[in-house]
């Protein structure tokens, strides 16, 4: 007997890997353009990372099952046999139940005499059953280890609850430390309008050509839009006017003038976006710095009580599930 893989098995990986990607570049996309954002969307972006990693190792490791002369034949995606087994080897086996949004589907382990289990899931064989049939034929279920895997899955979720727990309360901790911007590092210059346009994104904001820059695009980002005369702005410059735009000194300095290097990561990811910190015309200020600033220290203790609140729900909720666990162990132990 041999296992057939089902037609879309590979399709929840390619989902994955993409999800992870693109929630990757969108988390980088904030660290690095925003210039007032903080380190908790770099940590953000490694454990996307690792993600992605772990959606396609786990692709790539799914094996095929050949059941023939007593002995089970695992063979690898790329077609090689890399282990096999007797079939008395197997002592026990356990059977866990899972349900997602729209699909439920099993994962039978296989426990061996040596210590070593096989895992063989539902949702990835167009024949499981009767690969199950086969595998546990005359074995004996452990209830018993079922219990015991149930009690370290609610563990596992604690802990992962604790740390991302520990990553919001360190969002909150950021949140609560973000600087207003200093006016001695912005520089302010004008350049002729070729575009200005509002871009209704989940954030909003305002983009802006310029004549002598074509390459780059100023953008007054969803923050700073709060500051901003928006409507004067759009109804009041059009192409062909001169703008006075002030953006961080080391922007102006790597990626304008070009006096300085850029940096390893304006290099590589999205070099072509400058944030803009104060519009004014010849007549008229659009996006003063005080205000931004203002924004700025107003959004603080909004996003520090979000990321605080987060942040204790998922810490209590992991306490409650360690004590649980601990307790429901004494009470096995009585």
Wanted: hydrophobic share 40%.
């Amino acid at each position: 007997m041999k296992s057939k893989k089902k037609g879309d098995y590979w399709s929840d990986y390619v989902v994955g890997i993409l999800f992870f990607l693109l929630t990757l570049i969108f988390s980088l996309t904030v660290y690095i353009n925003e210039k007032h954002s903080d380190n908790i969307s770099l940590v953000i972006s490694i454990f996307l990372l690792i993600g992605a990693l772990g959606c396609l190792y786990n692709w790539i490791t799914i094996k095929s099952y050949c059941i023939v002369n007593g002995k089970t034949i695992q063979i690898s995606s790329f077609k090689r046999a890399t282990k096999s087994y007797h079939l008395d080897e197997i002592t026990s086996w356990t059977e866990k139940q899972y349900k997602g949004k729209f699909v439920r589907w099993e994962v039978l382990t296989l426990y061996l005499r040596t210590g070593k289990k096989i895992k063989i899931s539902s949702d990835r064989y167009a024949n499981y059953l009767e690969i199950k049939a086969e595998l546990t034929k005359d074995k004996q279920r452990s209830l018993k280890i079922e219990e015991l895997i149930e009690k370290k899955i609610n563990l596992q979720l604690s802990i992962i609850f604790i740390m991302i727990g520990i990553l919001f309360f360190i969002g909150a901790n950021n949140a609560l430390n973000v600087k207003t911007i200093n006016p001695k590092d912005i520089v302010v210059f004008g350049d002729e309008i070729v575009k200005i346009k509002y871009l209704r994104k989940k954030q909003n904001s305002i983009s802006i050509k310029l004549k002598n820059t074509p390459d780059l695009d100023f953008y007054i980002s969803s923050n700073a839009l709060k500051a901003t005369f928006v409507e004067d702005l759009l109804n009041d410059i059009k192409q062909g006017d001169t703008l006075f735009i002030g953006i961080d000194k080391a922007d102006y300095r790597s990626k304008i003038v070009k006096t300085d290097s850029l940096s390893f990561s304006d290099k590589y990811f999205f070099n072509e976006n400058i944030s803009v910190e104060s519009v004014r015309s010849a007549k008229k200020d659009y996006l003063y710095l005080s205000e931004n600033n203002a924004s700025i220290l107003d959004d603080r203790y909004w996003n520090f009580g979000i990321f605080g609140i987060f942040g204790l729900f998922f810490f209590l909720f992991s306490i409650y599930g360690i004590t649980s666990y601990l307790k429901k162990g004494v009470d096995d132990e009585n």
